[in-house]
């Protein structure tokens, strides 16, 4: 969800999804146990980890289409696009993850002792591989995704789609002569 608002609504909405998405984390029952030991540091790294990975994915989807958008042939508009959608899907797990590690380690490796690493390892393998490949396999369905919204809805997206539909309106016009 946080990818698909950034990529859909631009950086802004994709860091206030994160940080929804992070509010949620934050009073999830197995938070619980990090909010007890240090409140604050818990609730900067749920809500930020997130945050940024939104506002990380919106931004590079806004580079990816400004690179496409600056091209010519419709192929090259429409090539930009898709390898920025799924880029930008693609970069929300390990910067998650990543934050997550991090504000770990800065705020919580003194509580957690010699368990700590194994305790990391675990989220490694389970959370971010799941995310990671949860996001390969969706980026695709994405494009579709997008693809129909922006043909037959307005729904206000901050980015521009339209490159993405333009080949199908020339493909049909080709059909119908």
Known sequence: ???????????????????VLGAIVLIA???GGFLGINPWATVIVCLGKTGIAGLLSGLIFKVFAFIGNRRK???AKVTWLSI???VAALVVPPTNTFLFCVGSILW???VMGTSFVAILSAIFATNFLIEFIVSAVLSPALIVLVKVL???YNLGFAN???PFHEDEEENIEAIAL
């Not at 609504?9 to 999804?17: D, R, V």
Request: net charge neutral; proline share 8%; charged share 10%.
């Open 150 to 152: 922006t043909r037959n």
């Open 108 to 110: 919580f490796q003194d």
């Open 29 to 31: 029952p197995t938070t």
């Open 160 to 162: 521009e789609f339209a």
């Open 73 to 75: 042939s419709k192929g």
């Open 1 to 19: 969800p946080v990818a698909i608002g950034a990529i859909l609504y631009g950086p802004l909405i994709g860091a206030f999804l994160g940080v």
């Open 84 to 86: 920025g959608v799924v």
